[in-house]
């Protein structure tokens, strides 16, 4: 005989308390109309409505330039339908809203919106390194006895904090130009790779020439160097030596070994 355990009568507060909390065709839990009496909806309503914007401060918070490329009335009203379907799972509100740009590409359409969820994947980025787990970068003079093909032959471990974004659009150079406030400024249509990282105490956000995205990717999948160097062979742009200099002055090794094999 299988048995079913019985809801409890606090979980099942709980769930209906949450179920209707964001829900505003949902009815007042039966507890709180006991509680408050004929003024249950009133109180309610408001309680919810303070809920409901609390979440979308913390989004505009978590997402000031995606905020602006919207419009405030936007943007509210899309994070408003955001909270209503994608509630908190997790206590901690700094958490909240990890997979809003992946919301906004199912909410809109063309190149504009996917545009701006590319920019909103930046801001999302910056929220993350800034509580990844703390390492110590490498320091550049490590390098300077090495041989070239010493440098071709180590494998790198990137910074806990390192985040790799590319876009078919200028999502860097966007999100920097609303940040300085020059947003009217013309903006060259090209694709853009994005490294995001918090070497110290501050997060970081560079601008990858062409090739270097590629590159960073394949060394923090565990390619060698020269593998990686590789891996961007469709790039003619790309310059391995100021991938190093971008590499070693944002701080994203944390450590390397050499390769027990050849680096091609």
């Known amino acids: 005989m299988t048995v079913f355990a019985r809801e409890s009568a606090p979980f099942r507060l709980e769930r209906d308390f949450a179920e209707a909390l964001l829900n505003n065709d949902a009815p007042v839990p039966a507890a709180i109309k006991l509680s408050c ?3 249950s ?3 309610f ?29 936007t943007f509210d009203g899309i994070a408003r339908l955001y909270v209503v379907t994608e509630p908190p799972r997790s206590p901690i509100l700094s958490q909240y809203g990890k997979d809003f740009p992946q919301f906004l590409r199912s909410v809109g359409e063309g190149a504009a919106a996917q545009c701006v969820a590319d920019v909103a994947a930046i801001e999302n980025a910056r929220t993350c390194a800034y509580h990844a787990a703390d390492a110590v970068p490498l320091a550049a003079d490590l390098f300077t006895h090495l041989s070239a093909d010493d440098v071709l032959n180590l494998r790198l471990t990137m910074h806990p904090s390192a985040i ?9 150079s966007i999100w920097q130009a609303y940040l300085r406030d020059d947003g009217e400024q013309p903006i060259a249509w090209k694709p853009e790779g994005a490294l995001v990282v918090r070497p110290h105490f501050d997060v970081e956000v560079w601008d990858l020439p062409p090739g270097t995205y590629e590159f960073f990717a394949a060394i923090a999948k565990g390619e060698t160097v020269g593998a990686a160097a590789a891996a961007t062979a469709s790039s003619d742009a790309f310059d391995l030596a100021t991938a190093f200099r971008i590499m070693i002055c944002a701080g994203i090794v944390t450590g390397m070994a050499a390769a027990a094999g050849p680096h091609a």
């Open 37 to 39: 009496g004929a003024a």
């Open 41 to 43: 909806l009133s109180r």
């Open 45 to 73: 309503g408001v309680y919810r409505n303070n809920v409901i914007a609390s979440l979308i401060r913390a989004l505009a918070s978590r997402y000031p330039v995606t905020r602006r490329l919207l419009w405030p009335d």
């Open 164 to 172: 790799l974004l590319c876009s078919r659009f200028p999502a860097v």
